[in-house]
């Protein structure tokens, strides 16, 4: 049985052809950058192990010189190449979840990848669950490179879940785009530490929410959720111990809270997966109530409009979070360029199973609120 969290999420079909696989591992290969399909977001992917193709992703992207990059690796590439070490927990969750949407972050090893690690001694890495992706990666330096892919958008913007996504959001900075379909998972994965486990009580914590839920890892662990989201004295800054002491079960403190002793990782700062029009997240009985009379409002909410408003859109989002998680980006990207005076986003139930989605509402409405 499959840990609860992955669900039937693997995308199957693909029309890309086999020679745009070996056109994408040449240029690749070549240093160029390629519009790289997983089962997450779509990535900007270039050799991990070449610091001028690394550079032309920061570039691209505009992407801040001390913000890492995940590197996505071949099923049967061997971790080790690019990690000082490989703790029991990480083989334990690479046993579960490789392919699949979930990065760990591990000890560099020295001199390796640096130029996708932010300056720091770790490095992040993922094997994504997409079979262009694996297909490329299998052709690509003999399927035991890397390839540094982080979503192929301008940085802190709506992260791409198609391949037109990319080619109107990047046009000619990408040699190639390969169109593998719609992300079946739709969100960024799961970012877990796995650096610090002497320090933690010998388990990792989670960074970032995303494609694999904290109760699917902590059955792998053996562990309680919460000891995975709730960040240790020596990730904290002192201001922020009481806030974490009144938090809520389920409801997870990440790496944007953390000190600058935690690894930095992709996707924590405050704000992000931002669109251009403003977001506001408001409580269901507050958009009700405001919806009648809104004029160019785009709406999100995981039901049907209250009522008729020919001023404005509503959009009806999946009730369950899984597929609400699939359809944002998707949603976020039509609304905002549907010239709207601004977003409205209906706040998502304040579960567990909702913290990835909770998490990039949060962030695309940060200083918008």
Known sequence: MQPQGRGPRRVTQTSVHPREIVQAAGLLEA????????????????????PQAVAK?????GRPANHPVIVHLHRGADPLRWAAELPDAARKLIAAFWPGPLTL????????????????????????????????????????????APSANRFGRISPTTAAHVRAELGAAVVLV?????????????????????????LPRIL??????????????????????ALPDLYLD?????????????????????????????????????????LRLLQADALDTAWPS??????????GAPGANSQSRWLAM??????????????????????????????????????????????AAADKR
């Open 31 to 50: 240093g160029e950058l390629v519009g790289l399909p997983t089962e997450t977001v779509y990535g900007l992917a270039a050799d991990a192990a070449n």
């Open 178 to 202: 390969l169109d593998g379909g719609p992300c079946a998972v739709g969100i960024e994965s799961t970012i877990v530490d796995c650096t610090r486990l002497q320090a933690m009580d010998g």
């Open 294 to 303: 809104a004029q160019r409002i785009g709406v999100l909410a995981p039901r």
């Open 318 to 363: 999946p009730a369950d979070a899984q597929a609400y998680a699939q359809a944002l980006y998707a949603a976020l990207r039509e609304l905002d360029a549907a010239g709207l005076k601004a977003i409205w986003a209906q706040a998502v139930p304040a579960n567990a199973s909702w913290d990835a989605v909770r998490d990039r509402l949060q962030r």
């Open 208 to 229: 970032r929410p995303g494609g694999v839920d904290a109760q699917a890892i902590a059955a792998v662990l053996g562990c309680t959720e919460q000891s995975l989201l």
């Open 105 to 148: 972050v591990l000890p560099r090893r020295a001199g390796v990848a640096e130029a996708c690690a932010g300056g720091q001694d770790t490095i992040a890495l993922r094997c994504p669950d997409h079979p262009v992706a694996q297909a490329v990666l299998a052709l690509f330096q003999g399927g035991q490179g890397g390839l540094a």
């Open 57 to 61: 992703i920061y570039a691209a992207k």
């Open 238 to 278: 002192a201001r922020l111990q009481p806030q974490r002491a009144g938090m809520a079960p389920g409801m997870a403190m990440h790496a944007t809270e953390a000190a600058p002793e935690a690894p930095r990782v992709p996707g924590a700062l405050a704000s992000h997966y931002a669109p251009v029009t403003p």
